[in-house]
Nanobody
Framework: QVQLVESGGGLVQAGGSLRLSCAASGRTFDYTLSWFRQAPGKEREFVAAVRNSGGGSYYADSVKGRFTVSRDYAKNTISLQMNSLKPEDTAVYYC???????????????WGQGTQVTVSS
């Protein structure tokens, strides 16, 4: 069983930065770890992912060049550095772990409870 706990959300002005962290308990070294987000009234969408075993990092087009995802196998964590934030980045951000059918689909086995990110204009 895997448990995921996100932290680091908050309120920031447009153009600012935030760093989200997700602490995992349990075996995740052979899972993909990812970040998703969900804005009010919208579907949950893929943000970024790190495949297991050095399989690379992947980003949604909307965050490329602004967000950086990183994974620490020793600490069993995944982080998301978010720079140049925009009001449209406002959402609840979720950490996910698993072996999804597609990297960008919400078919992960394990999910965190989410952390709110609000970007003011």
């Amino acid at each position: 069983q895997v448990q995921l706990v996100e932290s680091g959300g908050g309120l920031v002005q447009a153009g600012g930065s935030l760093r989200l962290s997700c602490a995992a308990s349990g075996r995740t070294f052979d899972y993909t770890l990812s970040w998703f987000r969900q804005a009010p009234g919208k579907e949950r969408e893929f943000v970024a992912a790190v495949r297991n075993s050095g399989g690379g990092s992947y980003y949604a087009d909307s965050v490329k060049g602004r967000f950086t995802v990183s994974r620490d196998y020793a600490k069993n964590t995944i982080s998301l550095q978010m720079n140049s934030l925009k009001p449209e980045d406002t959402a609840v951000y979720y950490c996910a772990a698993g072996r999804p059918i597609m990297l960008t689909s919400a078919t992960y086995a394990y999910w965190g409870q989410g952390t709110q990110v609000t970007v003011s204009s």
